[in-house]
């Protein structure tokens, strides 16, 4: 028989997920489930391709950790300051995102 550990061990290896915490409530989560912010030479912005160059952060595409990672923690992250214009873009990208999501975590 095979100790049940070890077969969990296996299938845990098999799928393996990329995960990431979202910067405005902490929660680790698959990087798929988030937005990509990236910092560039021409200042902070979203990164909806995931694959730009650069020193990144996440949050969840809802509205209330991007109020909270605007406040803040996405500057903290990203090791930068967010200048206004930045900060604009980032506030409308915010616009068309859902106020909470109904789906239950
Ligand atoms: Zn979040």
Redesign the pocket.
């Given at each position: 028989m095979v100790p049940i550990g070890e077969m969990i061990g296996k299938y845990r290896k098999r799928k393996h997920v990329p995960q990431r915490t979202?910067v405005?409530?902490r929660?680790v989560l698959p990087k798929r489930t988030l937005v990509r912010i990236v910092r560039t030479q021409e200042g902070v912005l979203v990164d909806q391709s995931g694959k730009k160059p650069g020193r990144g952060a996440y949050?969840?595409d809802r509205r209330s950790?991007w109020e909270r990672g605007l406040k803040g923690t996405l500057a903290h992250a990203l090791k930068t300051e967010i200048t206004a214009k930045d900060l604009e873009e980032l506030l409308a990208f915010m616009g068309t995102l859902p106020d909470e999501t109904s789906a239950s975590e």
């Amino acid at each position: 028989m095979v100790p049940i550990g070890e077969m969990i061990g296996k299938y845990r290896k098999r799928k393996h997920v990329p995960q990431r915490t979202c910067v405005g409530c902490r929660q680790v989560l698959p990087k798929r489930t988030l937005v990509r912010i990236v910092r560039t030479q021409e200042g902070v912005l979203v990164d909806q391709s995931g694959k730009k160059p650069g020193r990144g952060a996440y949050l969840h595409d809802r509205r209330s950790c991007w109020e909270r990672g605007l406040k803040g923690t996405l500057a903290h992250a990203l090791k930068t300051e967010i200048t206004a214009k930045d900060l604009e873009e980032l506030l409308a990208f915010m616009g068309t995102l859902p106020d909470e999501t109904s789906a239950s975590e």
